[in-house]
Nanobody
Framework: QVQLVESGGGLVQPGGSLRLSCAAS????????MGWFRQAPGKEREFVAA????????VYADSVKGRFTISRDNAKNTVYLQIYSLKPEDTAVYYC?????????????????WGQGTQVTVSS
């Protein structure tokens, strides 16, 4: 079992930045692919970014490339999502997820564990 707790969300003005964190319990964090997803009001949950176990490989949704950076610190059992140049359309609940897999997947059904989410609101 893995428990995931997100933090770092909040209300930000357009153009601002945020760093989301996701702390994981358990000693095998380094065995999981970690992903970030988001769900805006009235929309389906969508893939944002994912990172391999070592951190050497990352995948991003086209909509966030160049503005979002995913990283992880296996010593701290934490994965991060750095967000720059926030736009109103980035407003959503952001979830981190863990996948006990050998490859990065972008479908949410491929992930085994989920956090409760952290709200990001971009508004002036």
């Amino acid at each position: 079992q893995v428990q995931l707790v997100e933090s770092g969300g909040g209300l930000v003005q357009p153009g601002g930045s945020l760093r989301l964190s996701c702390a994981a319990s358990g000693s095998i964090f380094r065995s999981y692919v970690m992903g970030w997803f988001r769900q805006a009001p009235g929309k389906e949950r969508e893939f944002v970014a994912a990172i391999s176990q070592s951190g050497g490989s990352t995948v991003y949704a086209d909509s966030v490339k160049g503005r979002f950076t995913i990283s992880r610190d296996n010593a701290k059992n934490t994965v991060y999502l750095q967000i720059y140049s926030l736009k109103p359309e980035d407003t959503a609940v952001y979830y981190c997820a863990a996948d006990f897999s050998l490859v990065i997947v972008t479908q949410d059904r491929g992930y085994d564990y989920w956090g409760q989410g952290t709200q990001v609101t971009v508004s002036s």
